[in-house]
Each structure stands twice: as C-alpha cells, then as structure tokens.
C-alpha cells in the first residue's frame, strides 16, 4: 500500500521539491506551508511521515512536532525535521521534542527518498 | 468575414518540390505581372485570396491596408507597388502571401502564386549591385532553374526594423539639458 | 540534480515576492510600524532564499545570504529589533541580496567582491551581537576507503525511550541488511515479564555480524537517528588493519530558548490563489471574442422585422449586460497593484543619488493603483529612464540648489491614478525643468526643426521625444541598455499610451504617462468618413452636433473653430486629415464629434455621420504594422470589417495651431519615425 507523506515548508520551491522527489520515489505526498495548515490536515487523514522545516510562520516546525507527540494519533508517526547545517541547536530542539530524524538542507533527492524509507515502516 | 480562399492551393499542389537535393533551401513562387519572384518558404503561413482592405491613413502607397485574419489585425502591402512596377488592382483572383517577419504577421499582395521549388545554396547566385530595377536589399538572390530566372525577395529587406536611430554623443554640440 | 533544474522558475519567482516582502518590513522597521513578528519574517525571508540558493548550487549567494541570515537569527534569537542604522544596513544587504539573485537568474557574474564589503559588516554587527558564540557545523567523517569486504560486529542496544522519537529498530536492522551479509541474533537480556512490559518501551537488543565493503562510516550513518538512544558499537573484526570503534557520538547540549512561536493569528489569511498567466489571457481572448460575436448577432437581429422575435432582442440585451460585467471581471483578474514595479524605484533613486552626487528623495503615491499585469511589466524600463533622467538633467547638485534657494535635497514624485479612463501615471521633480533655449538650438542643430521655426513652449518640450534628438545614453547598469526618450515614446505608444511633458524653468519638470485603462475591451461610437469607418472611445466623447454656419469660424494660421456656448473649439476635418476621398466637406453637411482627453483641451472631430455604438474589442494594430498618428488600435466589427480607433489626444495635438499636416511616410515597410 502506498505510503503517506506530509511535507511542510513555507518555501514554494522546497514543497515543490520534497513533494516531486517523493511522488516519484512512490509515496503519496500531502503538503503544507506552516505548521498550523499541516496539523489541520494531520486532524483528518492519517500519514506514515512528516517531513517539516523549523522556520516557519504561524506555527514552526518545532511546534508542530510537540504538538504532534502531544496527540495520540500523532505520536508514532516519524517526523523528519529539514535542517540547515549551522542550526545545531535547532536540530536538537527539535530531537528533544521528539522528532525522529533529520535532512539536512540542501537536500540530494536521492538522500531524502532514502531516509524517508529508512524511518518509514 | 470572407472565407480564406486558397486560390493557389492547387497550383502549389500539383508543383511539388523539383528535386529533393541535400541542404536545398525551398521557396514558394509567385509572379508579378510576367517576372516570377520566390519567398522561403519557412516564413510563409499561409496563403489567401484577396479580401477587401481597411486603409491606414496617411500610409505610402505600397500599404494596402489591414485585415482581420482570425482577429489579428494583418497589414497587407502591395508588393508591385514596393517594387515600383505600379500599384495592383486586385480582383479576387489575387493572391495574398502572409508571412512571418521578425514577430510580425504580414501580408503580400501579388498576382498568383505557382510552385514549391528547391534550390541548392550554391545555384543561388548574388543580386548584382545595379542593373535591376528593384532596390538590390530587397532582394536576397537569383535562383536558375531550367529556363526560369526566379528572384528571391529577402523579407528582411522589404519589412525588417531598420537599425534604431540612435545618434552618436556629438562632441561639438553642447548637452542640452544642462544649466548654462 | 537534473531534476531540480525545472524548479529554477518557481524560486525565482519566490525570490521576487520575498525580497519585495523584506523590503517591505524593512519600511516597517523603519516607520516604527514593526511588531514581534517583523523580525521573524525577514530571517524567515532570507533563510529561504538561501535554502533554495543552495539546491540549485548559487555558491555565492549562499554564502552572502548566510551572513545576512546568521546577523538576523542572532537579533531575533534575543527578541531585539534593527536600529535606524542596522535597517539601513538591511536595506543595503537586501538590494545585493536582489542583484545576486538577478545574477543568478541570469546566468551571470557579477564582478568579484561585489558583496565582499556588505558582507563583512554583516558579519562584524553579528558578532558584536552574539554573546554566545558561533555555532559550529557538526565534524563529518571522513570515509575509509576500503572497497573490499570487512567483517564488523555491531552491537546495538535502545534504550527504553527509543520509541519516543517513532523510531523502529526494524527498519534499520532492514538497511543493514541491505549493505552486505547480516546475521542477526536478539538480545532479550532485557526482557522482563510480560506482565511488566510497557508496549511502548525498547527491551529488545542486537547483535549483528555484518559483513559489507561499505566504508564504515555509512554504517554508522545509518544509527543516526538513534545515536542517544542507544549504546552502539560498531568493531571491525576483520584483520589486519588496526580495529576501530565507534562510540556514541554526543550532540551539543544546549538548548536554547527561542521564545514562544506558538500559533499566532495571521492578520488576513491569504485567499488568493495561483494561476497561470497563459490561462488568464485566454479567458481574455475569449471573452473579447465572445464580444464581437455578440455585436454581430445584435447587428444581424436588427435586420430583422421588429415584431418577428420581440423575445431575441431582449435576450440580446441582457446578453450584453452580461458580457459587460464578465469582461470587467476578467480584465480585473489581469489587474495588479503597480506596487510591483514601484517597489524597485526608491532603491534605483537611491543608487543613482549617490552615484551622481546628488540628494534625492522619492516620494511615491498610489502604489495600489492597478493596471494589467503585460502594461506593468513594461512600465519598468520607461519609468527607470524617466527617473534617472530626473536625477541626471533635473535635479541640481546640492550646492546648486542652494545657490538657487531651493532645499539640498530635491524630490521626485512618483504617481499613478485613474482619471477619465486611462491610467495615469506622474514623474515630477523640483530641478531645472527644460532649458526651452538649449532644447531649440539641439534640435536645429541635429536637423529636426527648420531654423527660425516658430514653436510654442509646448512643441518645443515635445522635441525631447524625436528620434535622433536623445544621445545614446551610457548604459545603465539598471536596464543594461542604453534608451533614449523617444524609445520611452514609443514604449508607450505600444502599449497604447502616451507621454507628454509640462515644465517650468528652473522649477522642475512633469513627466505624465497615460495608458488605457483595459487593453482589451472598450465601449465606442462608430463613425463614418467617406467610405471610412472609425471608433472614437465613447468616454472622450463630450457631445455631438451639426453645427450651422454662423458658428463656424474660421481663423488665420488655426484653422475652424467652432463656437459652443461662449467656448471656441478647434475644428478637425478627419476626412482632410486622414486623406479619405468621397467624404462630407461641409460640417454643416455631416456631424461634429466634440471631444476631450483627460483635461487638454476640447476638440470638434468633424464626420460624416455617427453609425451607433458598440462595444468593441481592441486590437493592436502595432504588433504587425506599427504606429499610426492619430490611431490608438483597431478593432473588427460585426461584419469582419477592420475598424480604426481613434487616438483622441494624439488628434487633439494635430488639431493645435500651427502643426502641418501630417507627412506622408515614405519607403519602409513599417513607419518608425513620424516625422
């Protein structure tokens, strides 16, 4: 069965981006561009991945990942953050919240399809 | 809104290219009272009979005015008349060549069209400076086919966007604008 | 990457909306307009302008960004907002942030260490901001190159919590197995009774005996997800090269709080959506076809015996209503704030201020006045040369303006409205205005008058326009050529407007633009001279009479005026002017037209008669042939005839005293002077 994926970025060009690589690679790829939009979407479907950029208006990627470990529908699923390479700090406050890996940006195509296998069941 | 008559149609039909030659280049002939004139046929979009003008006022004589082809407004020039052989008195037998000049749609007006021909490069022979009695920039070659001359019209020349008129800083004129 | 080459086109279109976005909240930092959020918006707006940057391989403008993004995360990172000076800073690094992207866009280079010098006080305000050092980037590793197979025993143990983070140990058991050869063997040390395992804790462990020509290295990528949720090692076993173990790496511990970014209320939430420009211009097209189909079905039903289908011409009726308000809806969509193209002028003033030495302001209203998205994007380059002409030959330098009693600093005013159904757009500045004399003497100097021609001070202004008067300009490194004020001339008359000049000596000059409000539609008065038909713009139209004799007269060296209720109106006899034979002579004979364009001064169009109105659809006649004096477009009528629209104020200035008739235009196929 195919799996689920959720994109969020507030960059156009990025969701273009991980959405196409995804599709291609044989996931189906719902996208948003901040955290609240995302987490809207989350109420009424189901997804195997959330992929998620940090810097974000309205609501950030950390945000949503709290948010997302905050509900129990949403507490297994891996979340995958799109870091940059300067943002340790970041990137572990976004581990602390509970996200289950990351990518960093900017991204090999290749490279995102591969761990989105690698955390996807 | 008259309906497009390709007058020639069969003509160019029938015509068919001479001879397939390697790197040939291929030109639609059309005459002109008894001189046959060619025009590549890579511009040509189509050809139509002749339908009434709508005149541009004021315009030089060889502008026969414009025409509603598909609702682009299309200029129509009398090529006869371009080339100082007299103005034309089309009837519904004359024929109008719509051509693509840079990114302009134009039309020519000339008396019928005959025949695809194609001609190798090296047959087209150079437009010699004097001696026609056509402007030798409108015109790009000379093309001998059996017994016919056909003279080959260079687009360009005839419809092309002369060089902007840009006139170089004159040192000796003072610049205009500024305080004295 | 191939593949991401086909979204070049949309980040740079993303560039463009976020660097207007950053400029705009750079106004607001500097007006005091800011809020919390301000901050977090221009770091948001560079931050993605170097991720993009940087899957498309644009080295420099990545570099460049990351010195402007590190500055603005250490301001918002400490809640503070930019100083008057740092905004100014902003503001700078935003304009080499846009010419890197230009750059970039364009395929090009611009000249080495063109950004070096922004950049570097970038960075210097970052660290006297950041107290708490620079973050530094994680060591990678560097591979072994080993390509024939190793034998490696890895121990991989989670820790109880591994679960939290939706980590399945299957999954990279599955990858392992994937490098080379895997035995696999569980641990269940761990493994207490079934009546105390929570379902969500880790217990179980691996061995793994793997035997791979992987480097080791890519092994362990793979427990990077799980490096502290876990005790791993990784040994080599395989002899003789010296073993070497792998032990739980750390990540920095500090974290630092970045403040609430909770959910906030957006101000208006964005209800627009994206559409192609090609989607939009064929509904255009179709809605203009659908006009004239309508104009002929009216045509023909009014050939018909009235009484024959009293229900058709009704239908008819409301037909039109409809498609009046469907193409002012559709003509809408194609309408844009001229902001866009606005925006990019207080940064031109700016430069060019300071490249000539000179103190400018630019004071812009009316930036929501909306015009066609295509009549937009061809305003750039006319409004860049007006503006630098301002600065160049209008504004005086400081000491200048001084010596004349004026301000240091001159202002330039940038306009655009509606007024009587065009768009209208202003350029005026407060320097030296037109030096009548020097303007006069060029152009009999370059031939374009006669000597001793007698010309009014607005003749003389309108000589600035001839091609041949302007001097190629040097090129600007703004629009990358050089143009001349005829080429502005012509710009607009391609787009179906027009460009005049009022100015006054020593107190500045006004550049004012006029353009059609909506390319494609307008509501017309068909007329007819000789075996002529013309369209002239019914909201020109003031009135229309058959005069009689008594109030015609005629006046040495101007023509006919005709007299109307105390006023004398210049007469024009269309059939004189545009050479139609067979026409009405007599105006008593036929119709005046009076008509005005936007506050020059009235005019009597005489014709032959008025045919009806009509809503007609506008076609350039430019694209295929080129201007014509006197006609703004054309258009098809009901019957498939090509009718001709008439330019009012082009006709209102050959309707001046004074002016010879028009010429007529020899040789070319195309005219592309009219003199």
Not at chain 1, 30 to 51: F, H, M, P, R, W
Not at chain 3, 390 to 398: N, V
Request: with cysteine; glycine share 8%.
């Amino acid at each position: 069965m195919q799996k689920r994926v959720m994109a969020v970025d507030d960059s156009k060009t990025m969701r273009e981006m991980v959405v196409f690589a995804l599709t291609e690679a044989g996931f189906l790829v719902e996208s948003a561009e901040d955290g609240q939009k995302a987490l809207s979407v989350l109420n009424t479907i189901q997804v195997d991945l959330v992929i998620t950029d940090l810097n974000m208006p309205v609501m950030d990627g950390i945000s949503l990942i709290r948010n997302l470990r905050a509900d129990p529908k949403h507490r297994a699923v891996p979340i995958l953050m799109l870091t940059t390479e300067s943002d340790a700090e970041k990137k572990a406050e976004g581990r602390a919240a509970g996200a289950t890996g990351w990518l960093v940006k900017p991204f090999n195509p290749e490279k995102l399809v591969e761990l989105a296998n690698r955390v996807c069941v | 809104m008259d309906a497009i008559d390709t007058v020639s149609a069969n003509a160019v039909a029938k015509g068919g290219p001479d001879m397939l030659v390697r790197g040939a280049l291929q030109f639609i002939t059309f005459t002109i009272g008894a001189e046959e004139f060619g025009v590549d046929i890579m511009v040509v979009r189509e050809i139509k009979g002749w339908t009434d003008t709508t005149t541009i006022p004021n315009a030089p004589a060889h502008v026969r005015g414009v025409v509603n082809l598909r609702g682009v407004i299309v200029p129509i020039f009398d090529l006869r008349a371009r080339f100082g052989m007299g103005m034309t008195e089309p009837t519904r037998m004359h024929v109008v060549i719509i051509v693509s000049v840079e990114e302009r749609t134009i039309g020519m007006l000339v008396d019928t069209v005959s025949d695809i021909i194609s001609v190798a490069p090296a047959a087209i022979r150079p437009v010699p400076e004097m001696g026609l009695s056509i402007e030798s920039n409108l015109l790009e070659g000379l093309a001998t086919l059996d017994d016919r001359m056909v003279t080959l019209v260079s687009l360009d020349g005839l419809f092309g966007t002369p060089r902007d008129l840009i006139i170089p800083e004159d040192a000796a004129a003072p610049e205009v604008l500024q305080p004295t | 990457m191939a593949s991401t080459d086909q979204f070049k086109n949309t980040y740079f279109e993303e560039c463009g909306e976020l660097i207007e976005a950053l400029y705009a909240h750079l106004g607001d930092f500097a007006e005091g307009r800011s809020d919390s959020d301000t901050m977090h918006a221009v770091f948001r707006a560079v931050h993605s302008i170097k991720g993009g940057g940087g899957a498309f391989g644009f080295e420099r403008l990545v570099q460049y960004a990351h010195a402007f993004e590190t500055l603005l995360d250490i301001l918002r990172s400490q809640g503070l907002a930019p100083s008057a000076e740092t905004t100014a800073l902003f503001v700078v690094s935003t304009d080499i942030l846009a010419d890197l992207v230009d750059a970039a866009r364009g395929d090009r280079d611009l000249p080495a260490g063109f950004e070096d010098e922004t950049a570097a006080l970038l960075e210097k305000t970052a660290a006297l901001f950041d107290r708490r050092g620079r973050n530094l980037p994680e060591p990678k590793e560097a591979g072994e190159p080993i390509a024939q197979e190793r034998d490696y025993d890895i121990v991989f143990m989670p820790h109880p919590d591994l679960f939290k983070r939706a980590n399945e140990p299957l999954l990279i058991l599955r990858e392992l197995k994937r490098l080379g050869e895997a035995r696999i063997e569980a641990d269940l040390g761990s493994l207490p009774d079934l009546s105390e395992i929570e379902p969500e804790q880790a217990y179980v462990g691996w061995h793994i005996a793997l035997r791979t020509s992987v480097p080791l290295a890519v092994i362990d990528e793979i427990f990077d997800f799980v490096r502290d949720e876990c005790e791993l090692s990784i040994v080599d076993r395989s002899p003789p090269i010296a073993a070497h173990e792998e032990t739980v790496a750390q990540l920095p511990a500090a974290t630092i709080a970045v403040g609430s970014e909770g959910a906030k209320s957006e101000a208006s939430p964005s209800r627009s959506i994206r559409v192609d420009v090609e989607k939009v211009d064929r509904v255009v097209n179709l809605v203009g076809e659908l006009v004239i189909n309508q104009a002929m079905l009216t045509q023909l039903s009014g050939s018909l015996p009235p009484d024959l289908c009293p229900g058709l011409v009704n239908g008819l009726e409301t037909l039109s209503q409809h498609l009046r308000e469907l193409q002012e809806s559709v003509m809408a969509m194609r309408a844009q704030p001229v902001k866009s193209v606005f925006s990019r002028m207080p940064r031109l003033v700016r430069e060019l201020a300071g490249q000539l030495g000179k103190e400018a302001r630019l004071v812009v209203t009316g930036e929501a006045t909306e015009i066609d998205k295509t009549v937009i994007e061809q305003l750039a380059d006319p409004l860049t040369h007006l503006l630098r002409n301002a600065l160049d030959h209008g504004i005086e330098t400081p000491e200048e303006r001084e010596a004349a009693g004026k301000s240091r600093q001159g202002t330039i005013h940038l306009s655009a409205g509606h007024r009587s159904g065009r768009i209208v757009i202003e350029i005026s500045d407060d320097g030296r205005g037109i030096n009548r004399a020097k303007v006069l003497a060029k152009a009999e100097a370059r031939g374009l008058i006669a000597p001793c021609a007698s010309l009014s001070d607005e003749e003389i202004d309108g000589l600035i326009f001839l091609p041949g008067f302007s001097t190629a300009e040097n090129v600007s490194s703004i629009s990358g050529r050089g143009v001349g004020m005829d080429v502005v001339k012509r710009n607009m008359q391609a787009l179906g407007g027009r460009i005049t000049v009022d100015s006054q000596f020593g107190a500045g000059s006004r550049f004012i633009l006029s353009l059609p409000l909506t390319l494609a539609v307008l509501d017309g008065m068909v007329v007819a001279v000789g075996a002529e038909t013309y369209i002239v713009p019914l909201t020109q139209i003031r009135e229309s009479l058959r005069p009689v004799e008594g109030d015609i007269h005629p006046v040495i060296g101007q023509g006919d005026l005709l007299a109307i209720r105390g006023e004398y109106v210049p007469l024009l006899y269309l059939h004189r002017h545009f050479g139609v034979a067979d026409a009405v002579t007599d105006p008593c004979r036929g119709t005046v037209v009076i008509v005005e364009s936007e506050g020059e001064g009235r005019i009597g169009l005489a014709v032959d008669e008025l045919l009806g109105q009509q809503q007609v659809v506008v076609k350039s006649l430019e694209t295929n042939y080129g201007p014509v004096e006197g006609i703004s477009g054309a258009t098809i009528l009901g019957n498939g005839r090509v009718a001709l629209i008439l330019d009012i104020g082009g006709l209102r200035k050959a309707a001046a005293p004074g002016r010879p008739a028009p010429a007529v235009l020899a040789g070319a196929g195309a005219p592309t002077s009219l003199q």
